[in-house]
DNA sequence: ACCTCGACCTGCAAGC
DNA sequence: TGCTTGCAGGTCGAGG
């Protein structure tokens, strides 16, 4: 469910109840996430303090006491409750079921960080910190997008000679970290360029960027600042970590909207699909 | 090297 | 009312 404003939403929920603070318990109900939970998981974890939350793409980074990082992927379906050990008890009736709370962490501070997630794609693993830079799952992720290493120039020399679509080209994690699958249609359509064509088309000779990169380019930092600053989206189930809802979904412009009328021309919202999975965009505006 | 697709899971809404 | 089908915010690994 999450891409980066999710995620980022997430880490920032989780910051004030981690950072700081030792992980006195952690309780493993389901070890069968994308990759099975190693059996010393607990051990590795228990006794640590946890110096640092990060995020890079979609993943959250827990740097521990220890000298290893505990990274953390929410697939699809995967969120965190806090309970801050204050918060009275009728105040989880809000909660969704517990059906699916596969990790809990129990800290010193007195809160509770409960990993929910029904699909279960999402992953924990730990590793050492200085190996995180041969960490398969990380080592091949492109720039930040929200960073200044991130710029037109970056994306042209990414997406230069590539003969995939823009949009099958901006979910690739290498390309550019962390949008998904909304993001990449937002992007495109406040970028006015179309998800179907070549991404080699947003660069010139040689991987120089043209107009298009930086419009796009544009186009991404801006719906990604803006989804953040909204807390994200709440499709069907993310919250923030304090139980309240993301409010972005409410400023789509093209996602989920197929059949609505174009934001920005008298046209209808369309929906194709892309790779195995729905792009929605205007072919009037999006060139 | 690049590209596409199936697979991994559960839940929910729409259609019959 | 039930059953079936398709779809969902991700990404890895196999095969072309």
Redesign the pocket.
């Known amino acids: 469910?999450?891409?980066l404003p999710?995620v980022e939403t997430v880490r920032r929920g989780l910051a004030p109840a981690m950072e700081d603070a030792r992980i006195v318990k952690v309780e493993v109900r389901h070890r069968?996430l994308?990759w099975p939970i190693v059996k010393d998981f607990e051990k590795r974890l228990e006794g640590q303090t946890v110096v640092g939350l990060g995020r890079r793409?979609?993943y959250l980074l827990a740097d521990l006491s220890s000298g290893e990082v505990l990274v953390m992927?929410l697939?699809?379906s995967g969120s965190f409750r806090v309970d801050d050990g204050q918060i009275a008890k009728y105040h989880h009736e809000k909660s969704k079921s517990t059906?699916?709370d596969h990790v809990v962490f129990h800290m010193s501070n007195g809160a509770t960080l409960t990993f929910n997630d029904?699909?279960?794609?999402g992953s924990m693993k730990i590793v050492p910190r200085g190996k995180m830079e041969s960490e398969p799952?990380l080592a091949l992720i492109g720039p930040e997008p929200l960073g200044n290493a991130f710029d037109a120039a970056m994306l042209a020399g990414a997406c230069a000679g590539?003969?995939?679509?823009l949009k099958?080209a901006l979910l690739d994690?290498r390309v550019v970290a962390g949008l998904?699958?909304?993001y990449v249609c937002e992007a495109l359509f406040r970028a006015r360029l179309s998800p179907k064509r070549r991404?080699a088309t947003v660069a010139g000779r040689k991987g120089a960027p043209n107009a298009r990169a930086v419009a796009l380019v544009d186009a991404i930092k801006a719906v990604l600042n803006d989804a953040i600053k909204a807390g994200?989206?709440?499709?069907?189930?993310?919250r923030r970590a304090d139980g309240s809802l993301g409010d972005f979904q409410h400023n789509f412009l093209v996602y989920d909207r197929e059949g609505a009328p174009c934001p920005g021309c008298k046209g209808v919202i369309r929906r194709l699909v892309q790779?195995?999975?729905?792009t929605f965009y205007c072919p009037g505006c999006q060139k």
Do not use: C, V, W, Y
């Open positions: 469910m999450p891409e999710e069968g994308r793409a979609k992927h697939g699809m059906a699916h029904p699909r279960r794609f799952l590539r003969k995939t679509s099958a994690q998904g699958n909304i991404a994200g989206s709440s499709l069907r189930d993310h790779n195995g999975r729905s």
